[in-house]
């Protein structure tokens, strides 16, 4: 079932299945990494969301962490 990123909770795992919104948002999510088909694992999700991609910790702002959607 797909959610958006923002709804996941801390220490949860999931897959980018899909990310919506204006290209360039789009775009600015692909440069970060942040691909349909890369696994996340959230480390918190207040006040921003971060994430881990890889090797690397990502915060990233509520609003565009509403556009990237995952399945769990």
Known sequence: MSHPL???RAGD???VSEIRGAPGRV???AALGILPGVELRVHQHRPV???ECGETVLAIE???A???VVVV
Do not use: N, P
């Open 13 to 15: 795992h999931a897959i």
């Open 62 to 64: 509520r609003e565009l």
């Open 66 to 68: 509403e556009l990237i």
């Open 27 to 29: 775009d600015k999510l």
């Open 49 to 51: 969301v971060v994430v």
């Open 6 to 8: 923002s709804s996941l």
